[in-house]
Each structure stands twice: as C-alpha cells, then as structure tokens.
DNA sequence: TTGAAAGCGTTACCAT
DNA sequence: ATGGTAACGCTTTCAA
C-alpha cells in the first residue's frame, strides 16, 4: 500500500487533483459541494501533500532557515542564541512558514554543508547570526556569493550590502555607566572578554563617552580583557585598581562574585555591578545582576519581516534596523537599596 | 537570466543529463573524458542541483530532523539540550545527512507545525527528545502514527513500540550515592525538580539501593522536590535536617550553593555535592562541582545509526539502548581534598 | 560508459 | 468553479 498522493485523493473525492490542490492551499472562492467533498477525504484520510513535489512545483519551500555558527565554546556558553531560535521560531510560524536550525559546527562545516543549505528548493530564505567575533565574516560573503535572501542578526562590519538588524550596544552601555555615576560611583571599571568583537568596540564608545560627558576621568587600568574564559584572572587584576563598579560580561558573573568573595568585596556595598547581557543566569546569581536587555520578541518579528520583504521584493536597496536595549534593574547595583 | 539546470550543465559539458546527474552523484565506475568534461563545467558554474527535484525524484532529501520540544522554560535552562544538538548534526554530517534542528514551542506547535515535518519528501526520518516530564508523551504517539521513521532521546514511559537510546539514571545514582558513603556520608540527602519525570523516579531507585546495600537507612526528610524553580527553599528545608551530602540537579548549584553559604556550612567540608548532570556550570561553581556525566557524543552517533538502520530496515522490532553515565570528580564532594 | 525517456507528486495556466 | 495538462528539475531504468 503506497502513500496517498493528491491523486489519489481527487478521486475518492470525484473530483480533479487541480480541484483537491485549490482546497489543500485555500483558494476556492465560494464554497461549493465539491469543496466539502474534498475536505471530507481530507480529513478522513489525514492526507499530507509531498513537500518536495510542491516546492518543485511551486518554486517554494515555506521554510526558512537559522544559521547558527556554533563552535561548542560560542553556543553552549550562549543561552542568547537559544532565544533568538525561540523567537525567530514563533515569528516563522505566525506567518506561516516553518523554521529550520542549522548548526555550523566547523570552518569545515561552512564549506561542506552551506551549500546544500543554500541550494535552491531547500529553504526560501536565510537568518543568519553574524558572528561578531571577527572583522570580516567570510560566512557572510559566502551568503551573499549564493544568491540566497538573507538577513544577518548583528551588525556587519565589512560589508554595507546586506540587510541586519543589530543592537545599539554604544547607547546600552552608555546608559548602564551614567546609571552608575548617577548612583555615585566614579571607578567604574569595564571587562570584556575580548576587544575585538565590533560589539566590545562599541560598548567601549559607551563608555568612554559616558565618562566623558560628566567629566570623569577614563582610567585606563579599568578596561580589563578577560580572554575567552579568565574571568576570574582578569578580575582580580582589576581589584588592583579599586573599582567601585564594573561593567561585565554576564556570562562571567559567577567568576567575578567570587572573586569580590573572595576578596570580602561586597556586592553593591563596595562594589556594583552590571551585566551586558541578560541571561538566566542574571537572576539566579548573589545578588540578582542588573543586565542590559535586548527585546528580543520584537527583533524576531523583524528580522522574519524583513527577510520575507527581500524574498518578495530583492535585497536592494539593504535594509538596516537597530534596536535600542533596556536596563533590567536588580539588586546588584545598588539602586533598589532599602535605606 | 534563469538559475541554472542540471541540463544547461548537460549542454555546456556536451554529454547527457543522465551522464551529470551520475558525475553530481559519484555513480561513475570508471573515469573517462566526459567526467573530467563535467567536472570542469561543474567547478566553473559552481553549480548545485535544485535539492526539492532531487528530493521528489529520488524519494530522499538526505535531511534529518531533531524535534526538540522546547517551552521556552524547559530549554532555556537546559543546555544539555544544546549539547544534544551539537553532537547529533555532527553525527549526521559524518553519514552525509544534513541535519534540521525544528523547535516545537507550545502544545500548538505540535498540533500545526508537526504534520508539516513529518510530510513526506521533507527530512527522512527524526530524531525526538522524548518530553521526560510527562508519563505519556503525546509527540510520541502522534510520530509513530505519522509513518516517519524515528528514535527518541529518552525512554518512551508508555510505548514499547518505540526505538531509542538512553541513559541509565538509576545506575547513575548508585554510583554517585555509593561514592558519597565511600567519603563517609551518611545522611544523604536527593533534591529533584520533581518527582514526576521518569528519570527522577530511576535516580530515587538508585539512591535508595545504594543506601540500603550498605545497610544505611533511607531517611524519607532527605528527599527534598523542589518545584520547576525554587531550588533556594527547598535546600533550606532540607538543612534543617542535617544532611552531610546532597546529589542534586547541576542547574540548580547555584540556589543550593547559596543556601548552604549564607548558612555557613562549608562545601565540601560540611557538605558534598554531587550533580545530576555535567553543565557547563558544574566547572564554574565555587568549588567545582562534582557531577555525573553522559557520553553525548557516542550518544549522538548511535541515535543517528539507529534511525539510519530503521529508514533502511524498517521500524521492527524496535530498537534499544541503554548507555552508562560517568563519575566525574571534582571538588565538591571533599574525594580530591588535599589532606 | 553513455543516452533517451519515463516518472516523482505537486502547482498553475488555459480552457471550459 | 472545475478539469486537463504542461511544467518543475532531477533520478533511474532500460537500451545501446
């Protein structure tokens, strides 16, 4: 017994295929008898077109694609990215389309797998999170060589043809250091876990201009590179300089509170402190870390839109939309003090 | 100007489209004048064959899916699902499949985005991670009755029709309870996020075996359920009866470690930890956690070896493994203390 | 080893 | 509103 196709179903029902495909994707005008017939089969039978044959057919998949660069140390430290496949997940399916993840493990995989992915008939679109750790992404290049529509989460440093939509990490960073100096803090201190991703370089502008602006003084002994996983290192370099702040990774929050542990810091007594990020691990830490936030619902709908727009109307001229973050205030700044 | 076609390839190479199609497929015993032809053609167009005709001609588009069920809350504080991803898409990739990561977010999502996965002529077969907090699990039953083929991470509780591999949980357990009584523990306490998972109902079977070998009775205040979040209440609950060990769930280090900090007991001096699972946050706890451990990437290949093995062979009978966990120590349970 | 041609299961155009 | 039929771009069988 082989697996029922459109065929098949046209005629229990009596009908022609042409007639069956018209029900199956909702365009009969009025609804006639032999619409209900069809519908009928349909449910009776639980009939599920081939997707290969109407992609075929009709030139499209109704898939799009998430590609997500994923070295093990990126992803597995990243909950981010996970939120990001969340929303942009639930955007796909609100406009009926359905979402695919595809993990680039490898330089190699980039080479080897991208470009069955960007093979026609496969997916109709691409989302793709620019890997911001380095200058010039070539998995970017490679997308724009392939023709397919795309759109990058993240801002493209060496490339203004494509179409993103980023966060504004200069005016978050900003705001979290003026929050500081607003709550009397004057050493405050920046760590990162590396400068050269473009998102360090802003959030470094931030908060030099921050400083600035009020007419503090930026000591450089404050601005602490931790390397990919020292947090804890670059820490306690930093309690050398007696900040009264900092400014960190979320990611590194554990390492730093022990550390300011360690070193009987307390924390926001002596010392402040504020995520860059807003991760789970924000509200679980001692005490709760006030992060900077970033919309994420709304930058899934958007970064869907636009794609969509570009799959409809070409990739020209690139679209760009930067997106403001919020910042979350808990207990480990100091401004929810009971005093 | 059209995309090219497997014909225009044809035609630029001068030999047939059968003759392409074998070179594109490396189905060509010998290699002659019009491969090397071909292959050239192939370089300079840098062409890659429409993957839905492909699909639809061949009956097989060389995808696999993982279905990962994923209210935000569940994966967001689980990067073990992560993991799963990682090794999985490594695992196909080696086999020549390209693997589709799909997030079902809400009991909705099963209903509508499913049946757009288990088509056929979308992915070949799935790989499920089976839902462990529920004793029946609806996704399973909705799989087996599409006539996908497919394996579960995670033993089905309800159906024995269903391939899958495993982790022995209960096995787990004993070995982390008999290494705690080794250490000269005696009031040992299991905190789980809930009873109701099968997987906590395999730890509680282990921890009670290995207390009750060693002839130690079961003191039922010692075993503590801390709802999906509140691991901070239920470790005070569960201090007020003295434990000297807990094996808790690694997620919930934090909040225990925190307890156990503000009320001045000393890990793993007072107390030893064992963890369920080896996040990566098992490393960053102050001391380091000691924790028990699956072998994910061996995991990952056969998930992907025995859905390959049923695509191929047919769904029975069903398939089953069962894989041991590993001890990993560190710090937290006083066995490395320097003394 | 290679080519011709018949599908694969839809959609979409053109009639009716 | 419905049916007939030619694509869609590839794989695969059968001959040569």
Redesign the pocket.
Known sequence: M?????????RM?????????????N?????????EQVLKVLAETG????A?????????SQVIGLLIPAPASTILHNPAVLQLAEVVTQACHERNYLLSLFLLGSDTDEQQILPKITR??FVDGLIVRGADDRASDPLLHRLSDSGMPFVSFGRPIDLDTISYVATDNATAAYTAIAHLLTLGRRRIALLVGSLEPYASQERLTGYRKALTDRGVPVDEQLIAVAGMSDGYGATRRLLRHAPDAIFLPTRMALDVLRVLREANVRVPDNIALIGFEDLPLAQQTDPPLTAVSQPMGAIGKHLVGMLLDIMENGAEPPRRLLFPQELLIRQSCGAMRTS
Chains 1, 2 share one sequence.
């Open positions: 082989h697996d029922l196709t459109l065929e098949d179903i046209a029902a009596g009908v022609s295929p042409s007639t069956v495909s018209r029900v199956l994707n365009l009969v005008g009025t609804r006639s008898k032999a619409r009939f599920q077109p081939n290969a044959a109407r992609s075929l057919a009709s030139q499209r026609k008939g």
